[in-house]
């Protein structure tokens, strides 16, 4: 499996270039992907698919296998189709927790996926990133999107944060939050 490497000289450790502050003070720091760290993706990947594979009448053995499978396929999808992503782990500490992976286009910033493992859920990690992405993206006047499951329980979070559904991809909705332009601030100051 091929993994695209951070440039020469790029940060390893800590807050991106990005300036995401309250990730930072939530504790969250950020590495860049490398090869070492597919066998955390895997079981991070696991235990976002922990609750629907739990009825199938598989032997351990079988759904590791599959769900290696499911996140080989995945992760081969996102790097193919995403080549200039930002592909980094999120830790806390020194535990790896999460994963943020984020693409910045010309026209928006796309959230290729969020996920954190499930001690790790529902501390507001992702929220104080999620808030932190927003605020980057706004300030170069671009959207916010993400593909969301249609019965993920974050889906309430983004929402909440200004996300509405933009597409109906099946499985899937295709989410944006607009940036705030300045008619809309003056619009909102009206009000």
Same mark, same amino acid.
């Given at each position: 499996?091929? *993994?695209? @490497?951070?440039?020469?000289?790029?940060? @390893? $450790? /800590?807050?991106?270039?990005?300036?995401?502050? #309250?990730?930072?003070?939530?504790?969250?720091?950020?590495?860049?992907?490398? !090869?070492?760290?597919?066998?955390?993706?895997?079981?991070?990947?696991?235990?976002?698919?922990? !609750?629907?594979?739990?009825?199938?009448?598989?032997?351990?053995?079988?759904?590791?296998?599959?769900?290696?499978?499911?996140?080989?396929?995945?992760? @081969?999808?996102?790097?193919?189709?995403?080549?200039?992503?930002?592909?980094?782990?999120?830790?806390? /500490?020194?535990?790896?927790?999460?994963?943020?992976?984020?693409?910045?286009?010309?026209?928006?910033?796309?959230?290729?996926?969020?996920?954190?493992?499930?001690?790790?859920?529902?501390? /507001?990690? /992702? !929220?104080?990133?999620?808030?932190?992405?927003?605020?980057?993206?706004?300030?170069?006047?671009?959207?916010?999107?993400?593909?969301? !499951?249609?019965?993920?329980?974050?889906?309430? *979070?983004? #929402?909440? *944060?200004? $996300?509405?559904?933009?597409?109906?991809?099946?499985?899937?909705?295709?989410?944006?939050?607009?940036?705030?332009?300045?008619?809309?601030?003056?619009?909102? @100051?009206?009000?």
């Amino acid at each position: 499996m091929t *993994l695209h @490497t951070p440039s020469p000289g790029a940060p @390893t $450790f /800590g807050a991106p270039a990005f300036g995401w502050a #309250r990730a930072a003070e939530s504790g969250c720091q950020f590495r860049r992907l490398s !090869e070492a760290d597919l066998p955390f993706l895997v079981r991070l990947y696991a235990s976002t698919r922990a !609750e629907e594979l739990a009825p199938v009448p598989w032997s351990n053995a079988e759904k590791a296998a599959f769900l290696d499978q499911q996140f080989r396929a995945q992760h @081969t999808h996102y790097q193919r189709h995403y080549p200039d992503a930002d592909w980094l782990v999120i830790a806390q /500490g020194d535990e790896d927790v999460g994963r943020f992976y984020i693409e910045r286009w010309p026209s928006q910033h796309r959230i290729i996926d969020i996920a954190f493992m499930p001690a790790h859920r529902g501390k /507001g990690y /992702g !929220e104080a990133l999620l808030r932190d992405a927003i605020d980057e993206a706004a300030a170069a006047d671009k959207d916010v999107s993400i593909h969301v !499951e249609k019965l993920n329980p974050a889906m309430r *979070l983004y #929402r909440r *944060l200004g $996300f509405v559904t933009e597409e109906d991809k099946g499985v899937y909705d295709l989410m944006r939050r607009r940036a705030a332009r300045a008619s809309d601030d003056q619009v909102q @100051t009206v009000r």
